[in-house]
């Protein structure tokens, strides 16, 4: 059975920072793409950074330059650095796994955490 499970979501102040995480088991993480989305109330959900076996990355416009995706395959963790942060930045933050190409949109992945509340005020 397939789990992915998001931590380090929060409440900060604009231009703070967090740092997300995903941790995903009974999945062979090293051998997908995976990637990061949010949806904030309503909106749809957005994909806004992925990344491959080889850990090169793509990102939405919107977050580029300040959010860093990265993974961990020793640890079969995914993480999401994310940099002064915006109240327009304020969403569930999903993880997804199971691509088997890096990319934004929901219907290339298999796999879904949960998510995690990020709540940024100004």
């Known amino acids: 059975q397939v789990q992915l499970v998001e931590s380090g979501g929060g409440s900060v102040q604009a231009g703070g920072s967090l740092n997300l995480s995903c941790v995903v088991s009974?999945?062979?993480?090293?051998?997908?793409?995976m990637a990061w989305f949010r949806q904030s109330p309503g909106n749809e959900r957005e994909g806004i950074a992925t990344?491959?076996?080889?850990?090169?990355?793509r990102y939405r416009d919107s977050v580029k330059g300040r959010f860093t995706i990265s993974r961990d395959n020793t640890k079969n963790t995914l993480f999401l650095q994310m940099n002064v942060l915006t109240p327009e930045d304020s969403a569930m933050y999903y993880c997804?796994?199971?691509?088997?190409?890096?990319?934004?949109?929901?219907?290339?992945?298999?796999?879904w955490g949960q998510g995690t509340q990020v709540t940024v005020s100004s």
């Open positions: 009974g999945y062979t993480f090293s051998s997908d793409c």
């Open positions: 990344i491959d076996i080889d850990g090169s990355a």
């Open positions: 997804a796994a199971g691509g088997w190409e890096p990319s934004l949109a929901e219907q290339d992945f298999d796999y």
